[in-house]
T-cell receptor, first 111, second 115 residues
Framework: SQQGEEDPQALSIQEGENATMNCSYKTSINNLQWYRQNSGRGLVHLILIRSNEREKHSGRLRVTLDTSKKSSSLLITASRAADTASYFCATDAEGNTPLVFGKGTRLSVIA | KAGVTQTPRYLIKTRGQQVTLSCSPISGHRSVSWYQQTPGQGLQFLFEYFSETQRNKGNFPGRFSGRQFSNSRSEMNVSTLELGDSALYLC??????????????FGPGTRLTVL
């Protein structure tokens, strides 16, 4: 089964608003990453947060990690139409295990 | 640096045929991973290669196989194609293998349609 599960499955907001996506996972992890995918294309890495970190920023992105709740959130501030894409969280569990992706959140930013 | 390249970008096959997809990682990257993406199952890990050795394999039937060459280029093969194999196949490369996971660099994918 999928390690990460994103919530909501789809999100539609107006340009300039903030978008928040959540990810829950099931087992202990080393790292949690967020990726973006534009329609039918490859994924682009956004940010990585390690299990001993609680918050990380990159430009308009803010990621939090709560290992006690096994959850993470991705906040995109002042959204733009170009942010329209699917967003995936990916986790690698402890040990030699591959990245496991959630099913993603489809974000639509309306100009 | 050139990004990850995948060929072909689009492919149409019929049931029972076999297909080979190719991936060239970023120069200097020695780890290559393959993923299958479908609307129903999402992104699922197929396998990972590092220095020509398969390090990890996902839960796929033996019809799915792969290999990596000494120049780190990788191929995956699917034999006896089924309709359910229709998917976007994504390749990703990174400098290091799975236990030291950092950012993965994805190619644009190969869209396989099985008729």
């Amino acid at each position: 089964s999928q390690q990460g599960e994103e919530d909501p499955q789809a999100l539609s907001i107006q340009e300039g608003e903030n978008a928040t996506m959540n990810c829950s996972y099931k087992t202990s992890i080393n790292n949690l990453q967020w990726y973006r995918q534009n329609s039918g294309r490859g994924l682009v890495h956004l940010i990585l947060i390690r299990s001993n970190e609680r918050e990380k920023h990159s430009g308009r992105l803010r990621v939090t990690l709560d290992t006690s709740k096994k959850s993470s959130s991705l906040l995109i501030t002042a959204s733009r139409a170009a942010d329209t894409a699917s967003y995936f969280c990916a986790t690698d569990a402890e040990g030699n295990t591959p990245l496991v992706f959630g099913k993603g959140t489809r974000l639509s930013v309306i100009a | 640096k050139a990004g990850v390249t995948q060929t072909p970008r689009y492919l149409i096959k019929t049931r029972g045929q076999q297909v080979t997809l190719s991936c060239s990682p970023i120069s200097g990257h020695r780890s290559v991973s393959w993923y299958q993406q479908t609307p129903g199952q999402g992104l699922q890990f197929l396998f990972e290669y590092f220095s020509e050795t398969q390090r990890n394999k996902g839960n796929f039937p033996g019809r799915f196989s792969g290999r990596q060459f000494s120049n780190s280029r990788s191929e995956m093969n699917v034999s006896t194609l089924e309709l359910g194999d229709s998917a976007l196949y994504l390749c990703a490369s990174s400098p290091l293998p799975g236990v030291l996971y950092n950012e993965q660099f994805f190619g644009p994918g190969t869209r396989l349609t099985v008729l």
